[in-house]
């Protein structure tokens, strides 16, 4: 529980931080981090966003900080973006997301979830059924449509949200790409 | 007990992610990093020069900018496809020329990309060509004047953005087109068509090497893909020519989706030498053709535009070893040749690997016909039997590489928004800096040459967002200068940029600043309608034209005062600034212009066409602050009804009426 209330507290500090730059004699201090620090509560939410805001993508969003992925999935895009749910991420054998979640594991769960991302936003009317995707981490998908239903690789897609960089397709089973079947 | 760890990891992902989602409400307070010594690396002190002048294209505005590195100040802007009210470019009678096309007049462009005339490779500070992505076209900057002199207008394009990419000695500028189109009788086509009727063309643009004149030497006729960037050989790759092609599926509707279906496009390696020798042999085909080749003259201060008629074609579905295709990952954009000439890195922009191939391979490859097959009559070359190496996931989205003079590559990774370094030969990747935000082409001084000047890199980014204070919807463009001098890169400075920047050129300043013009000499001002002294300054009627022959010192305008012009007649403001003393231009404006105003250099003469439309006095000035009594240079037109006995007469320091002004 202590180790829970200090991550807390790191974050607490972080948002507790100004932009402020602090000029010394040599030394200038900037502000850090990418797109998704840009402070916009005008904009339609972009596909990172929507996933942070969804109760049920918390542990996809945890990976995703984990992998140092937010900044990627907060540029201009674009994206498509297949979100399993936390209870996708449930169905992982015992133990999966433990080591994908270790630091030295960081190239492994970056290729998974870049198995998870298309460049180009592929809406529902563009789908058809038996399409092959080649995902961002290499890797093909297949998709399936039949009666109105979408699947990619036979994970069901839940729903979908258009995002201001993309779309997000909730899906019921984490992707594994070839090499981690 | 594994259930319970993972149940305790996940509920610590679940915390962290609550800890996100809180952190996003707000004030969202990014940590912050030093940024060490870099204040005074980009420091020029005040009345000192920088190190490079910046080459930058200004995208939707038509112009090219100068920079200074490494300050990043903004020195000017060259108008070269888009008019310029500010100092008449495109308004004048002068400069109208310049922009007509086989479309008539053409007000507007999109620039994208800069070449710096090369000799032996190396930057000869002579030229900067750049390209019309929109009413193709390829234009040529005088670095001596930093004006626009030229711009030749391609057939058979349909919009050109592989281009102007240049061989090592100037020999040829490139342009290739972005949209194939359908070509010569058969253009009323369906556009379902393609496959059958569209067509990509390459044009080679020979310049001379004595004044830079351009001309089309010869076009190649490609298959209907879209080409998007280039480089040519260079070292022992001179000779050839590598452009990047996408849309090999030949999609005509929804690119997004359509074009981006096979896993790999093709790069074209263009044997120019072979084409050449085509041509010598008379294999070369002459095909009517109508486009525009507008040209400026320095001692007419003129531009004059010829409509041409015929352009000479190759066939290399028929003369078959002056292409072929080496397959490169998902729509590649940069096709980047290393110093050396011996590396070609291709940048597929939705791949998540950057394909490096070998010169001598391909080379090989051809001797060897080691082909996988044919695409529309064109060898395509194995993949594997032209690539020297991968670098493996570097990042996202790889968009453009250019060299330092090290060995190194520095590649822009647009979705991933970083500047990833690595080594050419080991394909290792040695760094990686954040660029802010989604970074498009980057420019290392010398980048593309022969022999990199290297220092810097500077990424020319696509978005802006928190980086500036902000000015509503629309934004500057935003651009970042990295040290590179060391083994780690180093952001240095963070500037905004005019236009959108696409590509840029850096050079170093000794290599232009000495041969920068200061004025133009007035003995040698051939325009036909120059006044090159007061004392021939007139007016003359020639039917309804009336020809104001003007002169601009400190502080009047010759004549100043106007009389005789009557409803119906076109005006013609010949203005000759009679400075010859170097950063006094004059301007001149005349009230209800519809078109712009002017400024003219020292001893040059520009001409502003003016029709009156109601009767009445009309007041002009000088609106370039040039003395203590500049807000003193001005006059008076009358304009008097159509059927009116007003003479004609003009003077300058008569006075009339000896009840006012200085004559009481």
């Known amino acids: ?181 | 007990m594994k259930n319970k760890i993972i149940s305790r990891v996940l509920t610590a992902l679940v915390v962290i992610a609550s800890a996100i989602v809180w952190q996003s409400c707000k004030p969202k307070a990014p940590a912050t990093v030093s940024m060490g010594d870099a204040a005074s690396k980009a420091f020029v002190p005040p009345g000192k020069y920088d190190e490079f002048y910046n080459v930058v294209s200004g995208g939707f505005n038509g112009q090219m900018s100068i920079y200074g590195l490494p300050s990043g100040r903004l020195f000017r802007i060259i108008p070269v496809f888009s008019q310029f009210p500010e100092n008449g470019y495109g308004y004048s009678e002068e400069t109208i020329p310049m922009l007509n096309t086989s479309h008539g007049f053409v007000p507007w462009d999109d620039l994208h990309h800069i070449a710096l005339s090369t000799t032996s490779g190396q930057h000869d500070g002579r030229w900067a060509f750049a390209n019309a992505n929109n009413t193709p076209r390829v234009a040529r900057v005088d670095m001596k004047t930093f004006k626009t002199v030229e711009i030749l207008e391609l057939p058979h394009s349909g919009g050109n953005h592989s281009s102007p990419f240049i061989t090592e000695n100037t020999e040829y500028v490139v342009a290739g087109t972005r949209f194939s189109v359908p070509v010569g009788d058969k253009t009323d086509v369906p556009i379902s068509s393609f496959k059958e009727n569209f067509k990509g063309y390459i044009s080679f643009i020979s310049v001379d090497p004595a004044d830079g004149k351009m001309k089309i030497a010869f076009q190649l006729k490609t298959p209907g893909v879209s080409f998007d960037l280039a480089r040519a050989g260079k070292g022992k790759s001179h000779g050839w020519f590598f452009f990047s092609t996408y849309n090999t599926e030949q999609a005509y509707t929804l690119l997004e989706v359509n074009a981006s279906q096979k896993d790999k496009d093709f790069i074209m390696a263009v044997n120019w030498k072979k084409a050449e020798e085509y041509i010598k042999a008379g294999k070369g085909q002459t095909v009517k053709a109508k486009y525009a080749h507008n040209e400026w003259d320095e001692s007419t201060h003129t531009g004059v535009s010829n409509i041409m008629d015929e352009v000479l074609q190759l066939d290399p579905a028929e003369l078959k070893d002056i292409i072929y295709f080496i397959p490169c990952p998902k729509s590649p954009h940069g096709c980047d040749t290393d110093p050396t000439g011996e590396y070609i890195v291709g940048s597929g922009k939705l791949a998540a690997l950057i394909p490096v191939f070998s010169f001598t391979k391909i080379q090989q490859a051809i001797a060897n016909k080691d082909f996988e097959g044919e695409f529309a009559g064109i060898p395509v070359i194995k993949y594997e039997a032209a690539l020297h190496g991968e670098v493996k996931k570097p990042g996202l989205g790889p968009l453009h590489t250019e060299f330092d003079e090290k060995g190194n590559a520095y590649t822009s990774f647009f979705v991933s928004s970083e500047i990833v370094k690595w080594n050419v030969q080991s394909l290792e990747v040695l760094d990686r800096v954040p660029t802010y935000y989604s970074i498009g082409h980057l420019s290392v001084p010398g980048g593309p040459t022969a022999k990199p000047h290297g220092k810097y890199v500077v990424a020319y980014n696509k978005i802006t967002k928190d980086r500036y204070l902000p000015t509503g919807p629309e934004l500057t463009q935003s651009a970042q200068l990295y040290d590179i001098s060391g083994d780690k890169m180093q952001l240095v400075l963070d500037f905004p940029t005019t236009g959108e920047p696409h590509y840029a050129e850096s050079i170093p300043a000794e290599m232009v600043m000495p041969n920068s013009q200061k004025i133009y000499k007035l003995e040698e001002n051939k325009h036909p309608y120059a006044a090159l002294g007061e004392g021939q300054a007139k007016v003359e009627r020639k039917g309804k034209e009336v020809h104001v022959y003007m002169t601009a010192i400190r502080s009047h305008l010759t004549p100043d005062n106007i009389e005789g012009v009557k409803l119906g007649d076109d005006v013609y403001f010949h203005v000759t600034n009679l400075e010859q003393d170097w950063d006094v231009p004059h301007g001149f404006a005349i009230k209800g212009a519809n078109n712009a105003e002017l400024l003219v250099m020292p001893g040059e003469t520009a001409t502003l066409k003016w029709k009156p439309l109601t009767t009445g006095i009309f007041p002009f000035y000088c609106t370039d602050f040039c003395s203590a009594l500049h807000q003193e240079m001005q006059g008076y037109i009358r304009v008097s009804p159509a059927g009116s006995n007003v003479p004609l007469k003009f003077s300058t320091g008569k006075i009339e009426d000896q009840s006012s002004g200085a004559g009481q």
């Open chain 1, 1 to 181: 529980m202590k180790k829970y209330i200090l991550i807390l507290a790191v974050f607490a500090m972080a948002c507790g931080q100004q932009t402020a730059t602090t000029e010394t004699a040599a030394v200038t201090e900037v502000p850090a981090g990418g797109q998704s620090n840009v402070k916009d509560d005008d904009s339609q939410q972009d596909v990172v966003k929507i996933a942070v805001n969804s109760p049920d993508h918390t542990t996809l969003v945890a990976a995703l900080k984990a992998a140092e992925y937010v900044d990627a999935l907060s540029n201009a895009g674009p994206f498509t973006v297949f979100a399993p749910t936390n209870a996708a991420f449930d169905k992982l054998p015992a133990g999966t997301l433990e080591t994908l979640t270790k630091p030295e594991n960081k190239e492994q769960l970056r290729t998974i979830l870049e198995y998870h991302v298309y460049v180009g936003v592929l809406t529902e009317t563009m789908i058809q059924d038996g399409m092959k995707l080649n995902q961002v981490s290499l890797d093909n998908v297949t998709l399936g449509k039949k009666d109105g239903k979408i699947t990619v690789n036979g994970a069901n897609v839940l729903g979908s949200a258009r995002g201001s960089n993309g779309i997000v397709y909730i899906i019921d089973t984490v992707l594994l790409p070839p090499d981690n079947k």
